[in-house]
């Protein structure tokens, strides 16, 4: 079955980079036009999409975002990563990993989340 | 930027139908896709493209689009449906990619 798991810190300083690694399985990132997103929760607000992956590696951003996020995969290790630089407290939240599904934008399997809070 | 407006609640007694809308400029002419949130868990996708189902959600589950609006509609509603919804989008020529909507929180009565 697909999943997809989420890791990295739970805790960064402020002006800190973080990297968040996403783990996949039940599928491939060579999987043509799949591909894979990270999407971010701060407590209590709505879902907020970051970034994408597409198996051709072609990647797009956030607009609001771009100048700090970088994502990149290693498809021998089934693996997405993300890196946003210049943490600040408002990055705080729960950053998911989500499989797009091809042709119509879909997220058809998310991981379960993990919380980021930036904090000195 | 592409901006995705919904109420951000809709109280519903339970048998009832609950209708959660989603605004955006021509939405109709894009595919729009419903996710559930409960309390401390990830989003889980209950329609797609418009108005279709992923395997294993309950056929209360419907959506539509049309013109600026696209609706989800939960019928015959359930406690267990309590939770938050959101619409989302994709668009290949647009900038960002994916827009989700501003949520609205289902409180069954």
């Known amino acids: 079955q697909v999943t997809l798991k989420e890791s990295g810190p739970v805790l960064v300083k402020p002006t800190e980079t973080l990297t968040l690694t996403c783990t996949v399985s039940?599928?491939?990132?060579?999987?043509?036009?799949?591909?894979v997103s990270w999407i971010r929760q701060p407590p209590g607000k709505a879902l907020e999409w970051l970034a994408h992956?597409?198996?051709?590696?072609?990647?797009s951003y956030s607009t609001s975002l771009k100048s700090r996020l970088t994502i990149s995969k290693d498809t021998s290790k089934s693996q997405v990563v993300l890196t946003m630089t210049n943490m600040d407290p408002v990055d705080t939240a729960t950053y998911y990993c989500?499989?797009?599904?091809?042709?119509?934008?879909?997220?058809?399997?998310w991981g379960q989340g993990t919380l980021v809070t930036v904090s000195s | 930027s592409y901006v995705l407006t919904q109420p951000p609640s809709v109280s519903v007694a339970p048998g009832q139908t609950a209708r959660i809308t989603c605004g955006g400029n021509?939405?109709?002419?894009?595919?729009v896709h419903w996710y559930q949130q409960k309390p401390g868990q990830a989003p889980v996708l209950v329609v797609y493209?418009?108005?279709d189902r992923p395997s294993g959600i309950p056929e209360r589950f419907s959506g539509s689009n049309s013109g600026n609006t696209a609706t989800l509609t939960i019928s015959r509603v359930e406690a267990g449906d309590e939770a938050d919804y959101y619409c989302?989008?994709?668009?290949?020529?647009?900038?960002?990619?994916?827009?989700f909507g501003t949520g609205t929180k289902v409180t069954v009565l």
């Open positions: 989500a499989r797009g599904a091809p042709s119509s934008g879909r997220f058809d399997y």
């Open positions: 039940g599928f491939s990132l060579s999987n043509a036009r799949m591909g």
């Open positions: 992956i597409f198996s051709n590696d072609e990647k």
């Open positions: 021509n939405i109709g002419s894009k595919s």
């Open positions: 493209d418009d108005s």
């Open positions: 989302q989008v994709w668009d290949s020529s647009s900038d960002p990619l994916y827009v």
